[in-house]
């Protein structure tokens, strides 16, 4: 049996589970595979792919050509990159793994810290040889507006409640009385988006949550306001982002995640001096790496005796 091991970036995937175990032929590949023809050509041959989150994309037309692929394994409970009605339709069995939530909620507040104290300009300085180039942003006494409050949402509210922050959430099927229960108060999209000063996102990816964070709701937040993004790129208006930031007609962003990623090195993003940019790596902790790649190998031994464990449906 041959087994790839996708977009294992830091190429630990091996060191972290006991895949001996499986007695299987095993490659890693370490680098992302974007041009389809590509792909399909280095997998001729698996019968086993695991799948890092969603960072290839495995849609019906793919599917259709990977052959010999039998078992497909993506790290996470879900994955919105992967077809999984044409899963079904080929005969490839889609199974996924545990996850832990608190790591995404740690990096949210690493990004909010990092971009309301300049960490992105003051830690290249100091290496450089310099000394207090900018003034940061306190947080006491200002409002967080999370967009979402399920369990990553929650998480981060705590946090900012800790920094003395006033809280307020919005979601389409929020209530009242579950954002009380979280110490939130329950708002509006129109005031959330006009009252946060830092305006952090914490929603699943849908056809309901696309472009969710429009023009006009970038265009209802205050001048110096925050906005964070650490769920899915898609989530927010990439084009009326961009123009906002360019136009600073709002304080900046801080975003782990893209409509493209890896995201392209002359991408417009980086080159705006308002944003704070870090790739994708909320969940890139090795906690959760160690869950996803144990959980990987046994999905793997239960496939092959015949009783598939934790199946994506």
């Not at 078992?71 to 832990?100: E, K, M, Q, W």
């Not at 964070?228 to 304080?251: H, M, Q, Y």
Request: glycine share 8%; aromatic share 6%; charged share 20%.
């Amino acid at each position: 049996m041959k087994i790839a091991i996708l977009d294992d970036y830091q190429n630990v995937a091996l060191s972290l589970a006991d895949w001996d175990s499986l007695g299987a032929e095993i490659e890693v590949f370490t680098s992302y595979i974007g041009d389809p023809d590509e792909l399909v050509k280095r997998l001729a041959g698996f019968e086993v792919v695991v799948a890092m989150r969603e960072r290839t994309r495995f849609p019906a037309e793919l599917l259709a050509r990977l052959t010999d692929l039998r078992l497909l394994v993506s790290t996470g409970r879900r994955n919105a990159a992967i077809d999984l009605a044409a899963a079904r339709r080929y005969g490839i069995v889609v199974c996924g793994t545990g996850y832990l939530p608190h790591p995404t909620a740690e990096h949210t507040w690493a990004l909010i810290l990092a971009a309301v104290r300049h960490l992105d300009t003051e830690l290249p300085a100091m290496r450089a040889g310099g000394w207090q180039t900018t003034v940061g942003t306190g947080l006491s006494g200002r409002t967080l507006g999370l967009l979402g409050l399920g369990n990553l949402g929650s998480r981060v509210a705590r946090v900012g409640q800790a920094f003395g922050m006033e809280t307020i959430a919005w979601s389409q099927n929020l209530t009242v009385e579950r954002a009380a229960g979280h110490g939130v108060t329950a708002v509006s999209k129109e005031d959330l988006f006009a009252r946060s000063d830092v305006l952090s996102i914490h929603l699943v990816l849908s056809r309901r949550t696309r472009g969710l964070a429009g023009p006009a709701e970038l265009a209802a937040m205050k001048p110096d306001a925050l906005l964070v993004n650490t769920s899915r790129g898609p989530i927010v208006d990439e084009a009326a982002l961009l123009d906002a930031l360019r136009r600073k007609a709002i304080g900046g962003a801080a975003l782990d995640v893209f409509d493209i990623e890896p995201l392209p090195p002359d991408h417009p993003l980086r080159g705006l001096d308002n944003v704070t940019l870090t790739p994708h790596l909320g969940y890139v902790t090795r906690d959760v790496y160690e869950i996803f790649f144990r959980d990987a190998v046994e999905n793997i031994a239960a496939w092959i005796a015949g009783s598939p464990l934790r199946i994506m449906t």
